[in-house]
Every structure is written in structure tokens, then in C-alpha cells.
């Protein structure tokens, strides 16, 4: 009680609560009713005063008078707009916007819709489609083509995709975890609207590497991922970039600071208080999915999706981190940086050629050490399960398949996780007396429901996602020599 109110105490007064607040978006959702969201923000450019939170725009929600087809501005910093001060009261209209961003060049980058070879002024990209650009012009006539719809979210860009930020304005802390490529800090950073905590990837490239080229590739690759974003996907605000006095170089990335940890941590770290729900569990593997799917919408890999990349924070909303790494750094670092092998699927191994299947595979296999507490073994480059696992073990079953084109894909993931989660919280949600119950109870409870709905569910993916018809010897490897074509050989993307 005591400890109550005392925080209620901070929340009121204090310099913690101002620096808390910073990092709260000081609208209301018009979605959701939320209000000081702490995800992102969605300001749109059309109706008047409309702002939706990060979680209710991933879902593609509306009200009133609002499409999800509007050009709209994106926050991921309150009351900061690319390096820019922009205060939440003042009026965010495609007016002030053409004012502040009409003279930004974007070159090379044509629009979809009409002639114009690289576009000047405002430029808009979907959320959906990859690589999809729009001038203001077509943006504001909700332009539409076979595969853009007339709902697909529009986001205001600006010609620089990735920030590149003052070395000086970043602080470095105690270091947070070696990850894949470098030693992740914690941080402060000093942006244009206060100072933030934020985390900050160091990465030391050795000398003799040609630096300039690098730091293009670098660019190039981080750009394309850096333009999917969203709420399942770790924010990057910026990068920073410098040579050391042995003539290698470092760079900084910053990105949102999580407050939980990896996945790992969560998994293994869990102290008895803190233990974490089956129901739980279900969230972070829709969140995961969620991620991965809109990864894959782009056409892009990300290759290294395991529990050290996958990343906490509070309420434990659950964001993909890393990525592209991968890509950038491994054509550096000659392989020696790929990710954690022990979670690659055979035909890495057989043949270094893969596609998006190659996230399906690790993406099975941390959501089975999830739900099982349980790494996988790892034996002559073949994985096995060691505990299967209480919910879902058939789905991760068909995610680990030695054939890719047997493995589901994103989409089909995200559906089948959702319908679960929402089936059993329409049925807990009221009347149950689901909340109240010991952590084991609420668990066992999750599994009952699972047994019981399973059969229903397996027919409503069916109708959706018809399964792939297994072919046999002979056909399979006809249609294998032609599906390779499409696939990358050590390359991240397969446009
Ligand atoms: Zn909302
Ligand atoms: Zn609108
Ligand atoms: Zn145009
Ligand atoms: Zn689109």
C-alpha cells in the first residue's frame, strides 16, 4: 500500500515524472480512447484533431470520419518530426507539413502512380505495399492500382531515412548484452525535444575495410528495412558513425530502449513473482508474428530471428529487433557474424539457398523455447525438440518441416495465434474469474481451452489456408530446381 503511494506521489510531482512523461504522446487514441499513449502515434493529415496509437493503426482500425487510406504523419518521438521540434498542439495539416518538408528532394525515388522520376516536396509511402512511394499530389487522391488498395495506410517519409545523429548527443551507459554483431549500451540521448534513455548498438568494423563503401551499404540495406516500421518492430531513431584512432571505424545505432530484455532474458531469468502466463506467452508470439508478417509483406528476410533479437518492454509488448544486420554485416565480417547457426533450418546447410521460410523455421523454434522453457538441440546441423510443447505444438511442427514449402507462412501464423487469443479472451473476458486465479491454474486453464477449441480452429485456418498437397519424390524435385530461382544464395532479399 505504502509502495502505492508513493508512486502515485512521483506520478504527480517531481523531475521523474517529467522525464517519464517525455516519452508519452500527449493526445488520446481516437480508436481506442487511450490517452499519453506511450506507442507510437499516427497524426492524420485529412480529418481534423484524429490521432490513432500505434497497436490500434498495426490492426488497421478507423472511426468516425477517418479512412486508413489517409496520408498520415508518423511519431516515434512526441512532439519530434525527422530531427524536427513539432509540438502536439500545434496544427499537424498536409499545410504545415508542405511548409516545413515541401522543398526536400527525394532523388531516385519515382512515384508509383504519376511520371515524376524523383520526387520533390512531401513524399508518401505505404505501410502495406513494398517500395510503394506516392507525390502529395497522388497521395491526397488516394491513387489505387491492382495491388495498393484504397485502405492502405499512407506515411509522410522524409528523403533521409535513417537519422544520422551527433556522436556528441549520445552518452553512453553500462552495457545492457553482447549481441549478435557488437555490445548493445544503454544510453541517453540528447534529441531535439530532451533528453531520452534510449539503447545503442556499438559495432567496430576492423580497418582495412573500405569505409565509405561500407557505411553506403550500410545505409542502402538499413534504409530498407528502416522504412518497415510499426509496432511489433524495434524502433531505430538513428545511427552515428566514426572513425577510431587505429583507423577502424564504429558505429552507433540507437534505437528504443526496452526495458524487459531480450526474450531470452525473459525466459530464462524469470524470478517466481514475475512469471509469465501461457496467456501471456500467446501475446508475445502474436506480437512476433505481427512483426514478421509485415517483414515478409516488404519481401524482405530478416534472417536472425531467435530470443536474443526479440526484444521486452513494458506490458510486455514484444518487438523485432536487429534488423537486417544480418545482410549489412555479413558480406563485412566474412560469415563469421551469422547469426546464432543453431537455430538455421537444413537447407541453409544443404545448399545456402533460402527465402522467407528461413524466418518460419526460427521463428518455430523460439516460439517452442517460449512456450516449453526449453532450448532445442543443436547436432550436426540438425535441430530436435527436446520438450514439446502444451499449446501449439502442431504449428510448430509444420514451422520446423525440413521442406520450406511446407512450413506455413507469416500471414497464416498471425491468423491462426490471434484466433486463439481472441477466441479464449472473448470467453474470459467477462464473467470468468480467469484474473483472480494462481498462475498454474490460469495455465491449466489456457491448455483446457486449447484441447477443446483446437478441432474448430484447425477448420477455420483450413477454409483460409488451404494446406500445400504434398508431392511426391519425383514431382517435388522438378518443382524444387524451379523454385530455387526465386531464392537468394547468402543474400538477405529476394526481390
Ligand atoms: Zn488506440
Ligand atoms: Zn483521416
Ligand atoms: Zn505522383
Ligand atoms: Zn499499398
Redesign the pocket.
Known amino acids: 500500500m505504502k509502495k502505492a503511494v508513493h508512486k502515485a506521489f512521483h506520478h504527480k510531482a517531481g523531475n521523474k515524472s517529467k522525464s517519464k512523461h517525455r516519452n508519452h504522446h500527449r493526445v488520446a487514441?481516437n480508436?481506442?480512447g487511450?490517452e499519453n499513449?506511450q506507442v507510437d502515434r499516427y497524426k492524420c493529415l485529412i480529418c481534423v484533431n484524429y490521432n490513432?496509437?500505434a497497436?490500434?493503426f498495426e490492426k488497421h482500425l478507423q472511426s468516425e470520419q477517418h479512412s486508413t487510406g489517409h496520408p498520415m504523419v508518423h511519431f516515434k518521438v512526441p512532439d519530434e518530426l525527422f530531427g524536427r521540434k513539432i509540438k502536439s498542439k500545434d496544427e499537424i495539416t498536409i499545410k504545415t507539413m508542405e511548409h516545413l518538408y515541401g522543398k526536400e528532394q527525394h532523388e531516385d525515388i519515382p512515384c508509383d502512380n504519376c511520371i515524376i522520376q524523383s520526387i520533390s516536396g512531401l513524399r508518401f509511402k505505404c505501410d502495406t505495399c513494398p517500395n510503394f512511394n506516392l507525390c502529395q499530389m497522388c497521395a491526397i487522391k488516394n491513387t489505387t492500382n491492382e495491388k495498393h488498395k484504397p485502405d492502405h495506410p499512407l506515411i509522410l517519409v522524409s528523403h533521409e531515412v535513417i537519422q544520422k545523429l551527433n556522436k556528441k548527443n549520445i552518452e553512453l551507459g553500462d552495457p545492457l548484452g553482447q549481441g549478435a554483431f557488437g555490445t548493445v549500451y544503454k544510453a541517453k540521448w540528447s534529441s531535439k525535444t530532451g533528453r531520452r534513455e534510449v539503447a545503442c548498438k556499438v559495432l567496430h568494423i576492423p580497418a582495412g575495410i573500405d569505409s565509405l563503401k561500407l557505411e553506403k551499404s550500410f545505409l542502402r540495406e538499413l534504409s530498407a528495412y528502416a522504412e518497415v516500421d510499426g509496432a511489433y518492430i524495434l524502433k531505430l531513431f538513428g545511427y552515428s558513425t566514426f572513425q577510431n584512432e587505429n583507423s577502424s571505424m564504429s558505429y552507433y545505432l540507437i534505437t528504443e530502449y526496452m526495458t524487459k530484455g531480450s526474450l531470452t532474458d525473459l525466459i530464462y531469468n524469470q524470478q517466481q513473482h514475475e512469471r509469465i502466463s501461457l496467456r501471456q506467452k500467446l501475446c508475445i508470439a502474436c506480437n512476433i508474428a505481427t512483426g514478421m508478417r509485415k517483414i515478409h509483406d516488404h519481401s524482405l528476410i530478416h534472417r536472425d530471428l531467435r530470443p536474443d533479437n526479440i526484444l521486452v518492454t513494458d506490458n510486455y509488448l514484444t518487438k523485432i529487433g536487429d534488423m537486417g544486420l544480418a545482410r549489412v554485416l555479413d558480406e563485412y565480417l566474412d560469415h563469421t557474424q551469422i547469426g546464432c547457426k543453431r537455430y538455421m533450418p537444413p537447407e541453409f546447410y544443404d545448399t545456402g539457398m533460402y527465402d522467407q521460410k528461413l524466418d518460419i523455421f526460427t521463428f518455430g523454434l523460439s516460439i517452442s523455447e517460449l512456450f516449453t522453457e526449453t532450448q532445442h538441440q543443436f547436432k550436426e546441423n540438425r535441430i530436435q525438440i527436446k520438450k514439446s510443447s502444451p499449446i501449439f505444438s502442431d504449428l510448430i511442427d509444420r514451422c520446423l518441416e525440413e521442406d520450406p514449402r511446407y512450413r506455413p507462412t507469416a500471414m497464416e501464423i498471425e491468423a491462426t495465434l490471434n484466433l486463439y487469443l481472441n477466441e479464449f479472451d472473448s470467453k474470459h473476458s467477462t464473467g470468468s474469474n480467469y484474473s483472480t486465479l494462481p498462475l498454474d491454474e490460469q495455465n491449466k486453464l489456457v491448455c483446457q481451452f486449447y484441447k477443446a477449441y483446437h478441432s474448430d480452429a484447425v477448420q477455420i485456418i483450413a477454409k483460409q489456408y488451404p494446406p500445400i498437397k504434398r508431392l511426391s519424390i519425383h514431382s517435388l524435385s522438378t518443382e524444387k530446381s524451379h523454385d530455387d530461382k526465386s531464392k537468394t544464395k547468402c543474400k538477405c532479399c529476394i526481390q
Request: charged share 0%; with cysteine; hydrophobic share 45%.
Open positions: 487514441c480508436v481506442c487511450l499513449f490513432v496509437c497497436q490500434c
